[in-house]
């Protein structure tokens, strides 16, 4: 297995630096993407979309709990017996204990899917999972969100009871919340997956295997 090459801290630090520069370079463009995104224009979307919850149904409107940010992530469903790798490792990654964090700033996280929701709660169990996971099956959420049978995070902002849309995101616009994803693009073998630029050597593997 190849390890990265011994060089003197002289040598190091002279490494280290120019890598700085250009994490530099990408947190200001980071920021600066980040002042656009705050910047988007909103579209209204209907707040009746209603979803089977664990206390009973609920609107769209309802999901917000009272606050004026909502941010929805929408699991994939791919059947009865399945469940999407990438979606699971999302959602394994969600820190539960930052969700009071998250709503005492007037933001509400719900993981939505077209699963019924006998199968949601049986995988909430399975998983250990306490994170607020309602069904959409029989509406048109997802197709109307662009989702269709993929996954995808969007975000809303409610102005007293009408609800707009301001973003949407899929793919690696998603995979950068990933906490355990973004300690790993710190260390030294990064995630191992097969499709990153590694040095020859290094353990990689298939990104769900």
Partial sequence: MGKPEVVSAREWQRARDELLVAE????RAQDAVAALRRRLPMVEFDAGYEFDAPGGRK???DLFEGRDQLVVY????IGPDDFCGGCTWLTDSVP?????ALAD???TWVTVSNMPPAQIEAYKERKGWTLPFVSSR???FAD?????GGFMLSVFLRDGDRVHRTYNTTQRGVDRLVFVNSVLDLT????QQDWEDSPPGWPQHPTYG
């Fill in 24 to 27: 530099k370079e990408v947190t």
């Fill in 59 to 61: 609107t769209l409107l």
């Fill in 74 to 77: 929408q699991f994939m469903d």
């Fill in 96 to 100: 539960v204990t930052g969700l009071p």
């Fill in 105 to 107: 700033l007037g933001v």
């Fill in 138 to 140: 029989g509406s048109s």
């Fill in 144 to 148: 109307d969100c662009g989702a269709g």
């Fill in 188 to 191: 030294p073998f990064g995630r």
